[in-house]
């Protein structure tokens, strides 16, 4: 029998799951989703064929549960589960910091709760979800969970201790690097180039300079140091980069973020 998979609050994560899940061939019909405004729920009926129900309903008739609401959402959403999830249902929360242990504690005791952090690539099949088993979830949960975002890209294993640092880096990396574009973006326009020019310029390096760092097998040093040729350009940028403290901007921002994960975490920060 196949089994049936409910995303519970469809936002942007939850969204970019269940497209993708359909995407990947996975039948409406074995898909739930619930959402908490009424013009939410027939959107995503609309967009994507699937049903929308209760967070209860959802609880009683779906096999794997995926938690896709924000943190501070989280509380309000496991007392609406917590009657209805019979102990053999799989778990999973997308949720930022949130650990395993607050979500076992507010569910049916033995209840397998899978941890995950996954980011927006997923929308183009190009996601990387980091996956903790919580206390009770053995080989078999962490498989299912693996098969369900392993649809929309990458998926790596980490004991649950990294994974506020895998948030940090990977959940918000994307917007690091979109953050770096518009960045660029703008030194073009100072430079006299015209904005869609600039935007071209810059994702079409991006988007070659992905591909490299996935694909060539070499160091990032070495790449960069490819580019940079003796008394050339690039390093009176990268000497620049470095007198302006980009590269400590970016080990204190990363941390910044893994401190706000770990915030998260705690119920009274929420
Ligand atoms: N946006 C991102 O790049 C990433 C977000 N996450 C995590 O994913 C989760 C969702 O983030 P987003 O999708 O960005 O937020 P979002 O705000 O777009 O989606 C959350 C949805 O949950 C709904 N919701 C809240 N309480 C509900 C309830 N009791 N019942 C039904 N629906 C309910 C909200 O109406 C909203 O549509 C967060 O926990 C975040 O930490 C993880 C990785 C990346
Ligand atoms: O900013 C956030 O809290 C979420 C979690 C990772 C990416 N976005």
Known sequence: MTQKVAVLGAGKIGEALLSGMIRGGWHPSHLLVTARREERAEELHVRYGVECVTNA??????DTLILTVKPQDMSTLLDQLAPHVPADRLVVSGAAGTPTTYIEERLTSGT???????????????????????THADESHL????????????????????QDAATALSGSGPAYFFYL???????????????????????????GASQMLRDSGEHPVTLRENVTSPAGTTINAIRELENHGVRAAFLAAIEAARDRSRELGSADAK
Do not use: C, W, Y
């Not at 574009?181 to 810059?202: C, F, N, S, Y």
């Open 57 to 62: 309903d959802a609880a009683k008739n779906a």
């Open 112 to 134: 397998p709760v899978v941890r995950v952090m996954t980011n927006t690539p997923a929308l183009v099949d190009q996601g990387m979800s980091v996956i903790s088993a919580g």
């Open 143 to 162: 498989a299912r969970t693996e098969e369900i975002f392993g649809g929309v890209g990458k998926t790596l294993r980490v004991p649950e201790s990294q």
């Open 181 to 207: 574009v518009e960045a660029m973006t703008d030194a073009g326009i100072l430079l006299g180039l015209p904005r869609d020019k600039a935007h071209d310029l810059i994702v079409q390096a991006a988007i």
